[in-house]
């Protein structure tokens, strides 16, 4: 497609449950971003692929979160046992030659 | 660590007013720098993108400019409008970063009719 997909555009999940949030990518685009933003503006990089294959997790909160870019399915972001303060917008990029393209968001929240 | 910083946090302008957003980075050795836009609930409209290679990229009312030495871009936008009113974000690509965004917090722009 020609634009980032995110779905579900909204997520409610009591403490402690699991959530899981995915990503189709523009075709042809190599690379894969996750950006949470929480509180009004602060974003958060999380993480990103090259193709299926992790190419920088730096920001990933590794006890909780985790994430796949499976050939010939949406990327996803999971998170299991969610805290009050996950809640937040995520969102998904993809790119190329260092130029990304942004989803529509999925809103996260936590009760 | 590359550090992102816009200044005002937030602006409140007449119609018809010129207007200048500011943005500063910590560690200049970027690829490129962009420009977004964000409606309230809304996701982020690319707006610019200068490569580091640029001085300045123009679309319509506004114009970005890019002085990678001294790390900083600023934001113009002509003749604003109540439809300009919107949250503007700058981010950077550093060299260093695994080709991820680095956001500054924004700035809230309120055009008022």
């Known amino acids: 497609g020609e634009e980032v997909a995110q779905t579900p555009k909204h997520l409610v999940r009591g403490e402690g449950q699991k959530a899981k949030l995915y990503c189709a990518p523009i075709?042809?685009?190599?690379?894969v971003f996750w950006y949470q933003q929480v509180l009004k503006n602060e974003f958060k990089f999380l993480i990103s692929?090259?193709?299926?294959?992790?190419?920088?997790e730096t920001g990933m909160p590794k006890e909780r979160f985790s994430a796949k870019c499976l050939p010939n399915s949406p990327c996803s972001l999971e998170i299991q046992a969610t805290k009050l303060e996950d809640s937040a917008v995520y969102f998904c990029?993809?790119?190329?030659?260092?130029?990304?393209?942004f989803g529509p968001g999925t809103r996260l929240t936590v009760l | 660590k590359q550090e992102v910083t816009q200044i005002p946090a937030a602006l409140s302008v007449p119609e018809g007013e010129n207007l200048v957003l500011n943005c500063s980075f910590t560690?200049?050795?970027?690829?490129?720098l962009q420009w977004f836009r964000q409606d309230p609930g809304k996701g982020l409209t690319s707006l610019l993108l200068?490569?580091?290679?640029?001085r300045e990229q123009t679309s319509g009312r506004l114009n970005a400019s890019l002085d990678k030495s001294s790390g900083r871009s600023t934001l113009y936008i002509a003749a604003s409008q109540p439809g300009d009113s919107a949250t503007y974000l700058c981010?950077?690509?550093?060299?260093?970063?695994?080709?991820?965004?680095?956001f500054g917090e924004g700035t809230q722009l309120t055009v008022n009719p």
């Open positions: 990029a993809s790119g190329e030659s260092r130029v990304e393209f």
């Open positions: 075709k042809g685009h190599s690379y």
């Open positions: 692929f090259q193709n299926e294959n992790v190419f920088d």
């Open positions: 560690d200049s050795a970027i690829y490129n």
């Open positions: 200068i490569q580091s290679s640029q």
């Open positions: 981010a950077v690509r550093t060299e260093t970063s695994g080709s991820r965004l680095t």
